[in-house]
């Protein structure tokens, strides 16, 4: 099956600070979502981006489906930032494959 | 955010008791599925619904049965609990027919942190 990779797996910032987090996949895929799991368990859809580029406030989204990534930007970080980010993919079936996730770490 | 209620919460429970967790939606959506999250393991698949009465396993589905028999309903069994089962039990919902069209995003319900002693 499609195998899920995130970078990097911890990330730590002081907020204000922008990062980008990465997902790479092994193969084609028809669907691809990024969701941030907040520190309380909750997991919030952030993105549904197959493909293109899509933006919601100071988060963005860009997936490259020729090249197998996507990328999450983050901007002006805040300290509700903080959680784990996880990219999931779907090839063809609709079992998604999950990364095992980006830890978001922001400071005051 | 979709309708997604899990029951219960939160459970403690002894080691060969059954139990049994309730992932209820209201999103008339076609595809359910029930994840484990372990710390250093992600989420991980235990059985998913393409419809009513259709199941089929996931990666880590020993242990664990499921039915459906309502396209809103999709229960999830530990038939007898054991402590390698505490978990927090995640049920997901995707592709339904909503105002702008087929969505075939998943969402995820608030999560049953079960414990078994």
Same mark, same amino acid.
């Given at each position: 099956g499609?195998? +899920?990779e995130?970078?990097p797996?911890d990330l730590?910032?002081?907020?204000?600070?922008n990062?980008t987090?990465?997902?790479?996949?092994?193969?084609?895929?028809n669907n691809?979502?990024?969701?941030h %799991?907040n520190?309380w368990?909750q997991?919030? *859809?952030l993105f =549904?981006?197959?493909?293109?580029?899509?933006? *919601?406030?100071?988060?963005?989204a860009?997936?490259?489906?020729?090249e197998? =990534?996507?990328l999450l930007?983050?901007?002006?970080?805040q300290?509700?930032d903080?959680? /784990?980010y996880?990219?999931?993919c !779907?090839?063809?079936?609709?079992i998604?494959?999950?990364?095992r996730g980006?830890?978001l770490i922001v400071?005051p | 955010?979709?309708?997604i209620?899990q029951?219960p919460?939160?459970k403690?429970? $002894?080691?060969g008791?059954?139990?049994?967790?309730?992932?209820?939606q209201?999103?008339?959506h076609?595809?359910m599925?029930?994840y484990?999250?372990?710390?250093g393991?992600?989420?991980?698949?235990?059985h998913?619904s393409?419809? +009513?009465?259709d199941?089929?396993?996931?990666e880590?589905?020993d242990?664990?049965? /499921?039915?459906?028999?309502?396209? $809103?309903?999709?229960l999830l069994?530990l038939?007898?609990?054991?402590s390698?089962?505490?978990?927090?039990?995640?049920?997901a919902i995707? $592709?339904?027919l909503?105002g !702008?069209g087929?969505?075939y995003? %998943? =969402?995820f319900?608030p999560g049953?942190r079960?414990? /078994?002693t």
């Amino acid at each position: 099956g499609i195998q +899920v990779e995130q970078s990097p797996p911890d990330l730590i910032l002081q907020e204000g600070a922008n990062s980008t987090l990465r997902c790479n996949f092994s193969d084609s895929v028809n669907n691809l979502q990024w969701f941030h %799991q907040n520190p309380w368990g909750q997991l919030i *859809n952030l993105f =549904y981006i197959p493909s293109g580029t899509k933006q *919601n406030g100071r988060l963005s989204a860009t997936t490259v489906a020729t090249e197998r =990534y996507s990328l999450l930007y983050i901007s002006s970080s805040q300290t509700t930032d903080s959680g /784990v980010y996880f990219c999931a993919c !779907r090839q063809g079936s609709y079992i998604p494959t999950f990364g095992r996730g980006t830890s978001l770490i922001v400071h005051p | 955010d979709a309708g997604i209620t899990q029951s219960p919460r939160h459970k403690v429970t $002894e080691t060969g008791t059954p139990v049994t967790l309730r992932c209820h939606q209201t999103e008339n959506h076609r595809y359910m599925y029930w994840y484990r999250q372990d710390p250093g393991h992600g989420l991980r698949l235990i059985h998913y619904s393409y419809g +009513v009465k259709d199941t089929d396993k996931g990666e880590v589905s020993d242990g664990y049965s /499921v039915s459906r028999s309502k396209t $809103e309903d999709f229960l999830l069994t530990l038939e007898s609990a054991t402590s390698s089962q505490t978990s927090v039990y995640f049920c997901a919902i995707s $592709e339904g027919l909503t105002g !702008r069209g087929v969505v075939y995003e %998943q =969402y995820f319900g608030p999560g049953t942190r079960l414990t /078994v002693t």
